[in-house]
């Protein structure tokens, strides 16, 4: 079956250390998208990327970094400058932005 | 003012009741709109896209109002399975020519016995 694969589910980091969050498709999606979920709060953008080797930031981009070698793969980095990365992080796709959006199940990332 | 905004409820509401959620955009040359349903601690999924005629699927009901820049969701016959919170998603026009989806903060239903 087609879908958004993130991984690991669950993640816990010490202070000073980057961690690398995994997504991947294979619905032969063209555009990606991160998303970052605080409690009670609706989704903001960190990046998004259209196209292979092409990514832009998007409204909170402080803190984190991506890539985009291949079209399957759009991995983001929460970098040590994020001051408050504790939060739930989605990752999405679509092929034609007027078809909507499909989701991967998230990771969830505590500060420890 | 916010890009998308929506009422964040709770609606309380009785198994069987008619309940409208209202959705409003800041930007005018925003194109394409959703309607995501997202149960607790777990990904958004795509309840119906918003046509500019309005669109219906089952007993839910999407508009869209391009004059007042709000779109809505009506749900008939709620059923306990209908509670979750419903987020509205508009592809918000940014320089360059690209779309962006962006999102309300949701709105919350609980459908009770």
């Known amino acids: 079956d087609g879908g958004i694969t993130q991984s690991p589910k669950y993640l816990f980091r010490k202070e000073g250390q980057n961690v690398t969050l995994s997504c991947e498709q294979n619905?032969?999606?063209?555009?990606m998208y991160w998303y970052r979920q605080d409690p009670g709060q609706g989704l903001r953008l960190i990046y998004y990327?259209?196209?292979?080797?092409?990514?832009q930031k998007g409204d909170i981009a402080e803190g984190y970094s991506v890539s985009r070698e291949k079209k399957e793969s759009f991995p983001l980095t929460v970098t040590s400058a994020q001051k408050n990365p504790t939060a739930f992080y989605l990752c999405?796709?679509?092929?034609?932005?007027?078809?909507?959006?499909?989701f991967g199940s998230g990771t969830r990332l505590t500060v420890v | 003012r916010k890009e998308v905004e929506q009422d964040p409820g709770p609606f309380n509401v009785p198994e069987g009741a008619t309940v409208a959620f209202n959705c409003t955009y800041s930007?005018?040359?925003?194109?394409?709109f959703f309607w995501y349903r997202q149960d607790c601690r777990k990904e958004p999924k795509l309840l119906m896209s918003?046509?500019?005629s309005g669109n219906e699927d089952g007993r839910f009901t999407a508009q869209l109002n391009r004059a007042s820049q709000y779109i809505s969701l009506l749900i008939r016959d709620s059923k306990l399975s209908d509670s979750a919170t419903y987020l509205c998603?508009?592809?918000?026009?940014?320089?360059?020519?690209?779309?962006?989806?962006?999102f309300g903060r949701g709105t919350s239903l609980i459908v009770h016995p």
């Open positions: 999405a796709s679509t092929e034609a932005s007027r078809n909507g959006y499909t």
């Open positions: 619905l032969n999606h063209d555009a």
């Open positions: 990327s259209q196209i292979v080797n092409d990514f």
């Open positions: 930007n005018s040359a925003s194109q394409s």
């Open positions: 918003v046509y500019s």
């Open positions: 998603v508009v592809n918000r026009y940014k320089a360059g020519g690209s779309y962006i989806p962006t």
